[in-house]
């Protein structure tokens, strides 16, 4: 699939265009507490009431069968040209024009980090399956800017979920009824990686992995090719053992036993993938049972490797127009990042704690089509590391998913602060070693123990259902009911 991101929403020429936005050294894509900076060029013979100029962020949702969504993000903007009483000026500006005729007004944003503007108030958009702490969806402003997102998957939807950021800039004029003019100029956005802790950058062996429902760690194999010294048997040996194994021929003792072995064989990639690094993952290997004539573990090879990194946008609408239904359709895109075989001898032997960097180069490159994991007011981006391994036992060939782990994509910045609480996580203070209470304690923590003890021994009992002391002597009971 083959996605065109345009440079501009206005396909007119900035030299013939009489309005048109020129930006100062722009940089492949903008990150947070970056400057946007730029001239409008206005053309003399405009007579505007007012300039304006402005910097937002929107997302355009589509719900089937009903109306575009247009959801607001952030918005700064500030006038360049206001018309004064005296009504000239305009006119007084032009006589520093340039050579094309146009008049320059310099401007100057700063890139927020953060939603700033809420959700439209006329639907829902909390999502009622999110979980505690962690939502899918966004409901209320603070989250960090999603990144400039277009059409990223294949979609049956007319107009395709997109995230977009832009300058705008506009002129009104004095005489009534003329339109205000306007012109666009889009800009790309990557925000930097949130605050995590580095230890997610690599596998973790001490958490599972996730597998789809019908895939099993777990293999067994059984076969008399198992022997270590199989193939020193001749022709006729080998032709029995395969009569024994179809329990096709029964006779001498020596051929009444098949071995099998039993192992798992799964990866774990890490939790965060940085985009323009490798990729590390770890195989893993774990013999479990096999027959006593096996002194070891057999050999195992591996044949292929191929590492996908599946992307899923999803999109929540609580639609008006259905009595309060919540709409969710998600699309999902399949990004191939290594394909390898190996195809001499048996293959690449296959051991416990093998890294897939030693056989393969993985690496998450710098694809138009992957952009961070975000979240936001009714759209998300999630990944999955999907690792596929062909390997071999023995004769039999095994193919199986080693992992489909659910990941997070981040940039390979962050936010000057977040350098910060990295060190803070992995230098946090020890806690405090246990100390036993000092017996020459104060005498008001004395007084305070023994007077819990009192009433405990008064018969305040725990396991009743008020969970109430005894009352004391001075309390009055209240007055019986009348009927």
């Known amino acids: 699939m083959t996605v065109k991101i345009p440079s501009s929403r206005t396909r007119a020429k900035q030299k013939d265009d009489p309005i048109s936005i020129r930006l100062l050294g722009p940089p492949a894509f903008y990150t947070s507490g970056d400057r946007v900076e730029g001239t409008l060029c206005v053309a003399t013979t405009f007579q505007p009431a007012r300039i304006g100029i402005r910097l937002k962020g929107f997302s355009n949702l589509r719900e089937p069968r009903e109306k575009d969504i247009r959801v607001n993000l952030f918005q700064e903007?500030?006038?360049?040209?206001?018309?004064?009483?005296?009504?000239?000026?305009?006119?007084?500006?032009?006589?520093?024009?340039?050579?094309?005729?146009?008049?320059?007004?310099?401007?100057?944003?700063?890139?927020?980090?953060?939603?700033?503007?809420?959700?439209?108030?006329?639907?829902?958009?909390?999502?009622?399956?999110?979980?505690?702490?962690?939502?899918?969806?966004?409901?209320?402003?603070?989250?960090?800017?999603?990144?400039?997102?277009?059409?990223?998957v294949a979609t049956q939807i007319p107009l395709a979920p997109q995230i977009i950021y832009e300058l705008e800039a506009c002129l009104e004029f004095i005489t009534p009824g003329r339109k205000p003019t306007k012109r666009y100029q889009s800009l790309q956005y990557t925000p930097p990686a949130p605050p995590f802790h580095p230890a997610l950058l690599q596998p973790d062996l001490n958490f599972g992995v996730r597998l789809p429902s019908h895939y099993n760690r777990q293999k067994f194999i059984r076969t008399r090719k198992l022997f270590p010294d199989y193939e020193q048997n001749s022709k006729l040996s080998k032709f029995r053992d395969k009569l024994v194994e179809k329990e096709l021929f029964l006779g001498l003792e020596s051929y009444a036993e098949v071995p099998y072995v039993t192992f798992n064989l799964f990866a774990t990639p890490p939790r965060v993938l940085v985009i323009g690094e490798r990729v590390p993952a770890i195989i893993t290997v774990q013999h479990l049972k096999r027959?006593?004539?096996?002194?070891?573990?057999?050999?195992?090879?591996?044949?292929?490797?191929?590492?996908?990194?599946?992307?899923?946008?999803?999109?929540?609408?609580?639609?008006?127009?259905?009595?309060?239904?919540?709409?969710?359709?998600?699309?999902?895109?399949?990004?191939?990042?290594?394909?390898?075989?190996?195809?001499?001898?048996?293959?690449?032997?296959?051991?416990?704690?093998?890294?897939?960097?030693?056989?393969?180069?993985?690496?998450?490159?710098?694809?138009?089509?992957?952009?961070?994991?975000?979240?936001?007011?009714?759209?998300?981006?999630?990944?999955?590391?999907?690792?596929?391994?062909?390997?071999?036992?023995?004769?039999?060939?095994?193919?199986?998913?080693?992992?489909?782990?659910?990941?997070?994509?981040?940039?390979?910045?962050?936010?000057?602060?977040?350098?910060?609480?990295?060190?803070?996580?992995?230098?946090?203070?020890?806690?405090?070693?246990?100390?036993?209470?000092?017996?020459?304690?104060?005498?008001?923590?004395?007084?305070?123990?023994?007077?819990?003890?009192?009433?405990?021994?008064?018969?305040?009992?725990?396991?009743?259902?008020?969970?109430?002391?005894?009352?004391?002597?001075?309390?009055?009971?209240?007055?019986?009911?009348?009927?």
Not at 302 to 329: D, N, P
């Open 291 to 483: 027959s006593a004539s096996l002194p070891n573990p057999p050999d195992l090879f591996l044949r292929r490797l191929k590492v996908q990194l599946i992307a899923t946008f999803t999109t929540f609408i609580c639609s008006l127009y259905r009595h309060g239904e919540e709409v969710l359709h998600s699309e999902k895109d399949t990004i191939v990042l290594c394909d390898k075989k190996f195809d001499t001898d048996n293959g690449e032997p296959l051991y416990d704690g093998m890294s897939v960097l030693h056989v393969a180069d993985v690496e998450l490159a710098n694809d138009y089509r992957i952009i961070p994991s975000f979240t936001s007011y009714g759209c998300n981006l999630e990944y999955e590391l999907q690792i596929e391994l062909w390997s071999a036992c023995a004769d039999r060939e095994i193919h199986d998913i080693a992992c489909t782990q659910p990941v997070q994509v981040v940039t390979s910045w962050q936010d000057p602060a977040a350098p910060l609480l990295a060190e803070l996580s992995t230098e946090a203070e020890p806690r405090p070693a246990y100390q036993e209470r000092d017996p020459m304690a104060h005498a008001s923590e004395t007084d305070l123990f023994h007077h819990a003890g009192q009433l405990l021994e008064a018969g305040y009992e725990l396991d009743s259902s008020h969970r109430a002391p005894p009352p004391s002597t001075d309390w009055d009971p209240p007055p019986e009911y009348s009927f």
């Open 77 to 152: 903007s500030f006038d360049l040209f206001v018309l004064s009483d005296a009504g000239n000026g305009f006119q007084l500006l032009c006589q520093d024009a340039t050579d094309d005729g146009k008049v320059q007004f310099p401007f100057s944003f700063i890139f927020p980090s953060n939603v700033t503007i809420p959700p439209p108030a006329d639907r829902v958009w909390r999502y009622s399956g999110d979980y505690y702490n962690h939502p899918r969806f966004q409901h209320s402003p603070g989250f960090p800017l999603p990144p400039t997102c277009f059409r990223l």
